[in-house]
């Protein structure tokens, strides 16, 4: 079983930074690409920021330049740092990562979600 929990969310003023946390455990051989999603109610999921295994990264237009996603293979954990936020990043920030488990299968997983509110 695999379980990712988030932390980090919380109110912040526009203009300020929020860094939100990620972890990953359980019966996890391998993780692949990780990232972060953000949703609203009645609107789609989207992408916010996406990671290889290899580091290479990848950024929704509108936080480019604003937000960073790292990761830290050894302790399965990836990062979002926020910088100059604004109230339309306001939104429920999921985790996602690819895994594969000691079973050898690969599955896509979720967090349970962080609420991240930005006020003007």
């Known amino acids: 079983q695999v379980q990712l929990v988030e932390s980090g969310g919380g109110s912040v003023q526009a203009g300020g930074s929020l860094t939100l946390s990620c972890a990953a455990s359980?019966?996890?051989?391998?993780?692949?690409?990780m990232g972060w999603y953000r949703q609203n109610p009645g609107k789609e999921r989207e992408l916010v920021a996406h990671?290889?295994?290899?580091?290479?990264?990848n950024y929704a237009d509108s936080v480019k330049g604003r937000f960073t996603i790292s990761r830290d293979n050894a302790k399965n954990r990836v990062y979002l740092q926020m910088n100059s936020l604004k109230p339309e990043d306001t939104a429920v920030y999921y985790c996602?990562?690819?895994?594969?488990?000691?079973?050898?299968?690969?599955?896509?997983?979720w967090g349970q979600g962080t609420q991240v509110t930005v006020s003007s």
């Open positions: 990671i290889t295994s290899e580091g290479i990264t």
């Open positions: 996602s990562a690819k895994i594969i488990t000691y079973k050898m299968t690969t599955s896509d997983y």
């Open positions: 359980g019966s996890i051989f391998r993780i692949k690409a």
